[in-house]
Every structure is written in C-alpha cells, then in structure tokens.
C-alpha cells in the first residue's frame, strides 16, 4: 500500500496524516473515487476524475486541480507492480469547526493505492428495509457519507449476501451500497435510470455503451420476474447474482455473459494514464 496526501508520499502509508478537524472525517464532507489498477495501469482514469469533479461541485468544494490529482496517481502506481489493485482518491473539505459549517483551510486531497483480490465469479444479494433518497441533495454525488452503506451491508453480510440493494423514496429499484443494478426482463437487459438517485457509475456507463441494455425505473418488486441479475461496479465489473433474498438465479444467464464478454474485449481500451 502506498498514500500520497497533498502532494507528498507517507513514510508510513497507514500512519497518522490528517488533522482531527478535517471536515471529511468530522462529518463527512467530501467525496472520492474508487479506480481500478491492472498492472500498474489505472483503468478509465478519465472517467473517474470527470466523475470526481463532478461529486466536488456538486457538494460545494473548491474545483479539484486534476493535473494535481493525476500526480498523486502516478506517485502511488508509479514502480508497484500489483497485477489487480485499487487507487481511492478522497478530497474533503479540509480542517474546518467541529460543526457542520465548513473553515477557510484548503480542502485535503489523499490519493492510495493497494493491492485488491478479485471478487467471486458470482455472489447473493439482499434487499434492504431503507430507502436511496433520491430527492436528497447528495443523490448521485459519491460522497464520503456512507455509513448508511456500511449499515446496510453489515446487514446483508448477516444474510450471507456481499451487497445490499435499495429501493428509492419512489419504490423503485435503484442500486447496491458500492454497485449499479442489471436484471434481465423477457430478454431484455434493464438498468435504473440516473433519476432513480443511483451513482452515476462508470461500470454501468461502460455496459451501456459497449453491450446496449435499456435505462428505466421499475417497482423493486420486478426483480420477482427477471431471470438473470448482474451487479455492475469499479471492483466487481461484471458480477453475476445467483441469489436475490431467497430467491435463486442462473448465473451467469446468457446476457450476463455475453455482458461480461463484451466487457473483456473493451477494457484494454481504457487503460493507461
Ligand atoms: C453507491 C454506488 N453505486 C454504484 C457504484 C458503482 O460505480 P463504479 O462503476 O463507478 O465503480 C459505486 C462504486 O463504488 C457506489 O459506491
């Protein structure tokens, strides 16, 4: 593992680095990305800082100098030679009063980089009792506040699931605490739109352009008659679900796999710097 924070690489990559009043620890006043790394190489990199940008605006911090961002990426990376790894970037408001009112410090940026194991082939899911409010003034920015995902999955551990899945305020299907939902309808491969409140996830983007599938918001309640489920996310890719709640699915169907096909052939084409 390896952490750069505003511009200089740790000595000890776990030890102490941030001030006790930065907003982003306090209350949760920042945002982040999750990339993945394949042999050294950060993949839609591009993609990930528009998306962090965008998170950053969207919350009201100063705009993310990304050539900086960048720099933190290559120190990281840069002579590690873990085959599979993950770089989060967090950017938060910096150290700030113990209230929800944020100081004048600059904002802290933190770029990490460690060794990741792939996930399984196939996992469970499980839905949850809570609601995505997708009315909220976070909804779709992928913000530092996820303790309701931390909640929700220790929940679905307890139902032997790796992700817990949401419905929104609407009672439509949204997404999973670290994921994008597909499911297949009569042949047809289904997404919630970005309206359901979902993250606007690059995995899910991806899919929809390089393999096709239909953007649309639908009671949770659908899930009862889809015949194959995959989760889309940045550690995940292409994760087939062979258990919603109680319910077993065939995983991977026939979509799911040729989903994940597709997704096979495209990704050497986001790779890189
Ligand atoms: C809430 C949420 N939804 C969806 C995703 C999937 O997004 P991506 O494909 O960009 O990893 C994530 C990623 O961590 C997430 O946190």
Redesign the pocket.
Known sequence: MRAWIDGELLPEPTGPAISVTDHGFTVGDGVFE?IKVIDGLPFALDL?LQ?LARSAAGLGLPAVDEEVVRRGVSAVVRDQDFPLGRIRITYTGGPAPLGSGRGDAPPTLVVVAAPLSPFAVTTAVATMPWPRNERGALAGL?TTSYAE?VVALAEAQRHGASEAIFANLAGHLC??????VFYVVDGELRTPTLDSG??A????RLILEWYGGREVDEPIEVIAQASEVFL????RDVQAVHRWDDRPLIAPGPITAAAAEAWREHEPELLGF
């Open positions: 999750a990930h998306r992928k995902n997404e999973g605490t670290g994921s994008n979902c993250l996830g690059v995995t899910r889309a996310s940045t550690t």
